[in-house]
């Protein structure tokens, strides 16, 4: 089917209202159960002893006196647990053949890799007693140098698992058909070449709600319920399966209210697997809180990426080349898709623009003796939009024109769509001109460049400075094959279920497993929309692998364009099977019977109708369906999209810089995300403003820092500077839809745009207030501390050269 605006509003209209969200209710009254409020009696009570150092060998551990303390129950190494895993923890992204990943098992077994690094586990008969045992246990370690710089551990004088032979963990290049040497031709040809380097900052994803992990076992059949706090309760059942060598089909994962992820969710931890493993072997349930300092350590961190880029472009502006060196920090281990992370962005360092095939880019990851980095908000994507939109800045400053302008000239054309990029990936759709226009006209562009003009001039203490951003993602992960040749070891597909119960009402089963997207009223509005009820005669199952037992979770802005879309298409297939019953019923042919308003009608005959709830009756009752047909209204569909879905969009932003104090008030911030069709606005909007305040926060606050020795300065949310409300300027989210042509609902995802967009809209601002000071370019965060630094940088460089 071809999707249009048209389409999307076919059915009874709910789909594109701004409908309140169904889950606030149970979250806002406290009614909502977190994993950590569940009442589990007789549970043990986890703590584990995280390594104080970055980098140490264990010499000997003394559990005795830990073991001694009233109301523990037992303490375990790595080492007494070591010979019952069946396999080290998980990686399903091996990037290349000859990728190095050292083994990494739920608690190290012979050396410590970060601070924070798992070194045994105590169970006692409550919090406080497991965690005051942790003081008592004593461990010596031969401390050896921690290894936090990136260039520095490439050049393997200390290398971090010695059985590697090096911090190298893998080098990708990405191939492009026929483009060899056309990237050096043109950096030695081009009037214009801007190379420049970026610091993609670590950032803690600081999900409202640690993790939690309950291991229920049941003592007698031998079955396993794993409650967690995960964005992926089936990755989590296979890999936990396959790791701990526990029979699959015995295995239940549930995951009761997530409060966030961001990312950090989509992983298979440590102490998941300890909690199964130890609640198997004791046959009393186990359960672990992680504590806010401890998440900051011991749950992955993001971003943490050096990049060179070298951009070339004609006398116009019209970009000939691109050039990119990555190098990424992967963090002390691999976890579940951290090699990954820098491949995902691979493919948009071109952004928006048309690009020729002159483009050669290469990523190589490293150890560091840090916590392991993973998916964050946008995994790659935010690091590649930020790259190229930043380096574009350069260029306009380079040519002396103004950045819109110098965009504009690159933009691949709407009429271009869909468009075979230089990568050979195929984008669905897009209008550049259309977006960048709308936010142009709510920022009131040319009269802030006139303001802008009046206000810095010489001497003046508040600088404006006025921020553009474009960006094209790819997102809805994805369609199998292409996964596949990326070396993914896992699919792209999405199932669902929909039952028309016997009274009527729907009952939704989904893959995806939403942690704060609003996927219950979502997927209530398209199911509402096609069977022409009301969403709240819809209710939505997801999140346990019982009651779903198909699914491929929520992360990559895939649950709409590929979960979403399963869901309308298993509702299609319903209505179509009740169509039959119908026909039969009305003893009509069942292409002649129209259905709307949740009503099959004969064409022509409008007095001749049947209800779906009569239809639904008679598929219970079975007592007169058609020869052949089975009873019961349900059906199931996995869907494997055929592409990614591509969301792009235009930011705006205006900041004003106090040269005396270096500080940042971002005065106006203008959001234009395509995402296609909406299903729901508000929630859109919602994601926009969550996804942009998140990119705000790597551009001018967060930041994980590292003393030389490896320890985490910033482990507390004293130190780690998340946004406060006060700290969030006013978001305008502008209107933009170009339905994606690729899925029957013509949507694209939307939950990582804002974030991918915000972070080179608010740094192209910074450095466009204080490029007339002579500041080319300033790390992120952009603090007051770094601005004025910089600021004062800046006058002492101009007084020597002037002197
Ligand atoms: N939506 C819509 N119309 C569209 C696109 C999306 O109505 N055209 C709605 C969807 O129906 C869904 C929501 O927007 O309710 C997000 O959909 P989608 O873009 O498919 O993203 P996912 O549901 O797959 O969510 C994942 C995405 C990611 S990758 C991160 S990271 C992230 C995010 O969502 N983490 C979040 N948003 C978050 N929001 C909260 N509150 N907490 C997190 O941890």
């Not at 980098?55 to 019952?84: F, K, M, P, Q």
């Not at 984008?427 to 009131?444: C, Q, R, V």
């Not at 039969?584 to 001749?608: C, I, R, W, Y």
């Not at 104090?661 to 234009?672: C, D, F, M, P, R």
């Amino acid at each position: 089917m071809e999707a249009s605006d048209e389409s999307i509003a076919a059915g009874n209209g709910v789909l594109g209202q701004r409908m309140l969200r169904k889950e606030d209710p149970a979250l806002l009254t406290g009614e909502a159960i977190f994993t950590n409020d569940m009442k589990v009696p007789g549970a043990l009570y986890m703590a584990v002893l995280r390594s104080p150092h970055a980098h140490a060998r264990i010499v000997s551990i003394d559990t005795s006196a830990a073991a001694a303390l009233d109301g523990v129950h037992s303490v375990y190494s790595g080492a007494d647990l070591a010979d019952s895993w069946a396999a080290p923890m998980p990686c399903a992204w091996p990037v290349t053949d000859d990728m190095k990943n050292p083994a990494h098992y739920p608690l190290a077994v012979s050396k410590v890799a970060y601070v924070g690094d798992g070194v045994c586990a105590v169970l006692a008969v409550n919090d406080s007693i497991a965690h005051d045992a942790l003081d008592l246990i004593n461990v010596e370690y031969d401390v050896l140098p921690a290894v936090i710089d990136l260039e520095k551990s490439l050049s393997d004088v200390i290398v971090i698992h010695e059985e590697l032979g090096t911090n190298r963990s893998y080098t990708w290049p990405l191939v492009i058909e026929d483009n060899e040497g056309d990237c050096q031709k043109a950096m030695d040809e081009s009037a214009y070449v801007v190379k420049e380097r970026y610091i993609q900052q670590r950032l803690i994803p600081m999900a409202m709600e640690p993790r939690a992990v309950v291991a229920l076992p049941q003592p007698f059949g031998g079955d396993m319920t794993l409650y967690s706090s995960t964005q992926v309760p089936h990755i989590l059942k296979v890999m936990t399966a396959l790791t701990l060598g526990i029979p699959e089909h015995q295995l239940r994962v549930v995951c009761p209210a997530v409060g966030g992820g961001f990312g950090s969710k989509l992983n298979v931890y440590a102490e998941e697997l300890l909690c199964v493993q130890l609640a198997q072997t004791l046959k009393v349930p186990v359960r672990w809180n992680e504590e806010r300092s401890e998440n900051a350590q011991a749950t992955v961190h993001g971003r943490g990426q050096i990049q060179d880029i070298e951009l070339a472009a004609d006398e116009n502006g019209k970009i000939t080349g691109l050039r990119v060196r990555l190098i990424g920090d992967m963090g002390a281990y691999l976890q579940l898709v951290t090699p990954g992370v820098p491949l995902l962005g691979a493919f948009l360092y071109g952004g928006v623009y048309q690009i020729p095939k002159a483009f050669d880019f290469s990523c190589t990851s490293v150890f560091t003796t840090m916590t392991p980095t993973d998916a964050y908000r946008g995994a790659g994507r935010p690091e590649a939009t930020y790259a190229i939109e930043h380096a574009m800045d350069a260029l306009a400053r380079k040519m002396n024109i103004d950045p819109l302008v110098l965009r504009r000239r690159n933009f691949i054309p709407k009429e271009a769509f869909p468009y075979e990029a230089y990568t050979g990936l195929v984008y669905d759709s897009g209008d550049h001109d259309k977006a960048a226009t709308i936010a142009e006209n709510i920022l009131d562009y040319d009269a802030m460049r006139a303001k802008q003009a009046a206000q810095n001039v010489e001497g003046s203490t508040k600088r404006l400075g006025i921020g553009v951003s474009t960006y094209f993602e790819m997102c809805g992960l994805a369609p199998s094959r292409v996964l596949a040749s990326l070396n993914y070891s896992a699919g792209g597909w999405e199932s669902a279920t929909v039952r028309v119960l016997p009274t009527s009402k729907i009952q939704v089963v989904t893959g995806t497993s939403p942690h704060g997207q609003g996927h219950e009223t979502a997927w209530s509005m398209i199911a509402a929309d096609k069977f022409g009820v009301d969403p709240s005669d819809v209710d939505v199952l997801h999140s346990d692998t019982a009651i779903a037992p198909m699914g491929l979770d929520t992360y990559g802005s895939r649950s709409l364009p590929v979960g979403g879309v399963a869901v309308g298409l298993a509702c299609d297939k319903v209505i179509d099977k009740a169509r039959k019953i119908a026909a039969h019923q009305m003893e009509a042919n069942e292409d002649d019977l129209e259905f709307a308003g949740g009503m099959f009608t004969v064409k022509g005959s409008p007095d001749k109708t049947m209800a779906l709830a009569a239809v639904a009756f008679e598929a219970f009752t079975a007592h007169n369906l058609p020869d052949g047909l089975e009873p019961n209204l349900e059906m199931q569909v996995t869907y494997d999209p055929p592409n990614f879905s591509w969301p792009f969009g235009t930011h705006m932003c205006a900041v004003e810089i106090d040269t005396e104090t270096g500080n940042i008030e971002v005065l106006q911030y203008v959001a234009v995300d395509d995402c296609g069709n909406k299903v729901n606005p508000l929630i859109v909007d919602g994601q926009v403003h969550g996804g942009v305040i998140q990119g705000l926060a790597q551009a001018l606050f967060e930041e994980a820092r590292y003393d030389e020795d490896g320890n985490l300065l910033s482990s507390t949310l004293a130190e780690y500077l998340v946004p406060a409300a006060s700290d969030v300027p006013p978001i305008t989210v502008g209107e933009s839809v170009t339905p994606s042509p690729t899925n029957s609902l013509g949507v694209k995802g939307v939950g990582e745009a804002g974030t991918i967009g915000a972070a080179p809209c608010i740094m192209n601002a910074v450095v466009d207030a204080l490029s007339g000071l002579g500041i080319q370019d300033i790390q992120m965060p952009a603090s007051p501390l770094n601005v004025w630094n910089a600021i004062q940088q800046a006058q002492a460089t101009n007084q020597e050269n002037n002197a």
